[in-house]
C-alpha cells in the first residue's frame, strides 16, 4: 500500500526535540508526524485550519525519505515500527 506523509511543524524547519540519536548525535524535528492511506486524505488535512492560532507551526506534504530525516533522532526500527503502526490505524 502506498503511503503519504505530512509534517506539522511545532516552530521552525530546525527547532529540535528529544534526545540525541545514540549513534548519529542527530536529533529530530519537532512535531509531528502523520501517515494517510490518500493523497487527498493527506491534502486536506494540510489544508485544514489549524485549531490554536497561537500555534507557530505549520503543515506541509513530505515523502518517506524527509519524515526519515526529521525523525532522526530515532532509530531505523522505531522508525519503520512507528509507519508500521500508524499504516494500520488507516
Same mark, same amino acid.
Request: aromatic share 8%; hydrophobic share 40%; glycine share 4%.
Given at each position: 500500500m502506498k503511503l503519504f506523509y505530512g509534517f506539522h511543524y511545532h516552530g521552525g524547519k530546525n527547532t529540535t526535540t528529544g534526545e540525541p540519536h545514540p549513534i548519529t548525535g542527530r536529533m529530530s524535528i519537532a512535531g509531528e508526524l502523520k501517515v494517510f492511506a490518500t493523497k487527498?486524505?493527506?491534502? &486536506?488535512? !494540510? %489544508?485544514?485550519?489549524? *485549531?490554536?492560532?497561537?500555534?507557530? #507551526?505549520?503543515? &506541509?506534504? !513530505? %515523502?518517506?525519505?524527509? *519524515?526519515?530525516?526529521?525523525?532522526? #533522532?530515532?532509530?531505523?526500527?522505531?522508525?519503520n515500527e512507528y509507519i508500521r503502526l500508524e499504516s494500520l490505524l488507516l
Open positions: 487527498e486524505a493527506r491534502d &486536506e488535512w !494540510i %489544508n485544514e485550519e489549524i *485549531a490554536h492560532a497561537s500555534d507557530p #507551526g505549520f503543515r &506541509e506534504a !513530505i %515523502n518517506k525519505k524527509q *519524515a526519515r530525516e526529521l525523525c532522526a #533522532g530515532c532509530s531505523v526500527a522505531d522508525f
